[in-house]
T-cell receptor
Framework: KAGVTQTPRYLIKTRGQQVTLSCSPISGHRSVSWYQQTPGQGLQFLFEYFSETQRNKGNFPGRFSGRQFSNSRSEMNVSTLELGDSALYLC?????????????FGAGSRLTVL | QQQVKQSPQSLIVQKGGISIINCAYENTAFDYFPWYQQFPGKGPALLIA?????SEKKEGRFTISFNKSAKQFSLHIMDSQPGDSATYFC??????????????FGQGTRLTINP
């Protein structure tokens, strides 16, 4: 069974640019969540999608956005990049049913902003 | 009130010893407490999880102890092995607050097992 696939794995951008990251969940998983991981702030929740709808959002500025497609694949976008956006962006998928909180994470997309 | 505080930040244990990592939380709505293990270059992987209706859960060499009244939980790794060297994160979430998938993570503990 294939795991959570994130692309690209590594990317370098400059300030002011925008970036789009992609996530393919485990087959059958309908919930996709995104997290930002930095040495200073640790792992922080960005947002969660289920059935193409955003169910929950973390405390990040509007420059961070996402969407989910009908096949459960998800993308997140960061516009007007800042140096502080350099981080490992992790996608996690899960079954969406009561009591099933188990998140399976991908390896992440490491973004460096210069 | 959303914080989960984890200690220590780093831990060095001899092979065969017991590794203990502690976490504390404030939000009484939290009802799911997982531990994740992360190796360099990989995403976090679920290790073991507990719900507040039990005080202890054991899976192999890994045990979670949970103290609901103190709002604390801990991970014990028995017979620690060099392959256990990784960063460990505790986390919590609340199914009541429509946030079952929204994990609040501790800051992480870098565990090193010396051979």
């Amino acid at each position: 069974k294939a795991g959570v696939t994130q692309t690209p794995r590594y990317l370098i951008k400059t300030r002011g640019q925008q970036v789009t990251l992609s996530c393919s969940p485990i087959s059958g998983h309908r919930s996709v969540s995104w997290y930002q991981q930095t040495p200073g702030q640790g792992l922080q929740f960005l947002f969660e999608y289920f059935s193409e709808t955003q169910r929950n959002k973390g405390n990040f500025p509007g420059r961070f956005s996402g969407r989910q497609f009908s096949n459960s694949r998800s993308e997140m976008n960061v516009s007007t990049l800042e140096l502080g956006d350099s981080a490992l962006y992790l996608c996690a998928s899960s079954l969406f049913r009561p009591g099933a909180n188990v998140l399976t994470f991908g390896a992440g997309s490491r973004l460096t902003v210069l | 009130q959303q914080q989960v505080k984890q200690s220590p930040q780093s831990l060095i244990v001899q092979k065969g010893g017991i590794s203990i990592i502690n976490c504390a939380y404030e939000n009484t709505a939290f009802d799911y407490f997982p531990w994740y293990q992360q190796f360099p270059g990989k995403g976090p992987a679920l290790l073991i999880a507990i719900r507040p209706d039990v005080s202890e859960k054991k899976e192999g060499r890994f045990t979670i102890s949970f103290n609901k009244s103190a709002k604390q939980f801990s991970l014990h790794i028995m017979d620690s092995q060099p392959g256990d060297s990784a960063t460990y994160f505790c986390a919590a979430s609340s199914s009541v607050e429509r946030g079952a998938q929204k994990l609040v993570f501790g800051q992480g503990t870098r565990l090193t097992i010396n051979p």
